[in-house]
Nanobody
Framework: HVQLVESGGGSVQAGGSLRLSCTASGYTRSNYCMGWFRQAPGKEREGLVAMGTDGITNYADSVKGRFTISRDGGKTFALQMNDLKPEDSGVYYC????????????????????WGQGTQVTVS
């Protein structure tokens, strides 16, 4: 059973940076598409970035140029968030799924089989 655990959320002033980490466990296959979603109060979950296993990485326009996803080795993934804005506030979820990622597309939330518990990010 795949488990995802996020860490690194918190509060920061506008213009600041945060780094979120996601540690995955419980799977042996290496072809999972990984990504990050965010949900602000009263809004639907928004896909921010998806990273496939063949070098494709897709970012939402709202975070392109400010957020960067990376693999920190093994089964740990990170989301570096720079130049944060108040509208970036919300609960951030690490996600994984057996998805053939197409260039330029962030799969919808339902396509990801596994979700972390979420970590709060507040930008003021």
């Amino acid at each position: 059973h795949v488990q995802l655990v996020e860490s690194g959320g918190g509060s920061v002033q506008a213009g600041g940076s945060l780094r979120l980490s996601c540690t995955a466990s419980g799977y042996t296959r290496s072809n999972y598409c990984m990504g990050w979603f965010r949900q602000a109060p009263g809004k639907e979950r928004e896909g921010l970035v998806a990273m496939g296993t063949d070098g494709i990485t897709n970012y939402a326009d709202s975070v392109k140029g400010r957020f960067t996803i990376s693999r920190d080795g093994g089964k740990t993934f990170a989301l570096q968030m720079n130049d944060l804005k108040p509208e970036d506030s919300g609960v951030y979820y690490c996600v994984a799924g057996l998805i053939d990622l197409l260039r330029g597309v962030i799969p919808r939330a339902a396509a990801f089989n596994y979700w972390g518990q979420g970590t709060q990010v507040t930008v003021s």
